[in-house]
């Protein structure tokens, strides 16, 4: 049944396969804990820590610069998916709404359903991480952590929080709740840094 499914690529395909990885077409789902399901109207994204406290709606999120791109993305449970379509709010566009405190280098993403992880400033305000609420070309499914989503496609997918509800900045790195659990404290896939003594 797996080999109807993932497929080990033959190469790295010019960069795009990080070590270890397998080729899939599908989008496995993978979650700790039931998946959220709520409606849109409901999304709400607090922002707090170092920072202007603010929030902003699924009204105020629309509202901002829409943004589609098409990127690869790495599970650290070894697959691959290839091409993929997004379209939100790209960070960089969230950022210029935002007003950081002096210190802050790390944001804490915060998910509907208590799950927590952790990124550097440096990697979540890369032009190519969105807020995302659409994927190829359809609303996110709840599944796959619609209505809205971080997507940071340039660390091990975990990285990209479903069901997201807050940004949390702060002035020191702190683990997630897969990070207090052995996996890296930043996963990149290139590097294959799926665990924490990687």
Known sequence: MLGKFFKKPDDDMGGRVPPGQTLTT?????????????????????????????????????????????????????????????????????????????????????????????????DFTRPENLLAHTFDGEPLDAEHGGPLRLVVPHLYFWKSAKWLNGLEFMAADQPGFWERNGYHMRGDPFKEERYDDD
Request: proline share 5%.
């Open 26 to 122: 599908r989008f496995p789902v993978l979650t700790y804990g039931p998946t959220q399901r709520y409606a849109p109207q409901d999304v709400v994204v607090r922002i707090s820590g170092l920072a202007e406290e603010k929030t902003f709606t699924w009204e105020d999120l629309l509202a901002l610069p829409q943004t589609t791109l098409t990127y690869d993305i790495h599970c650290v449970t070894h697959w691959s998916k290839l091409g993929t379509t997004w379209t939100g709010v790209r960070v960089v566009d969230l950022m210029e709404h935002l007003r950081l405190l002096p210190g802050a280098t790390h944001v804490m993403q915060h998910s509907v359903g208590g799950y927590t992880t952790n990124l550097s400033l440096e």
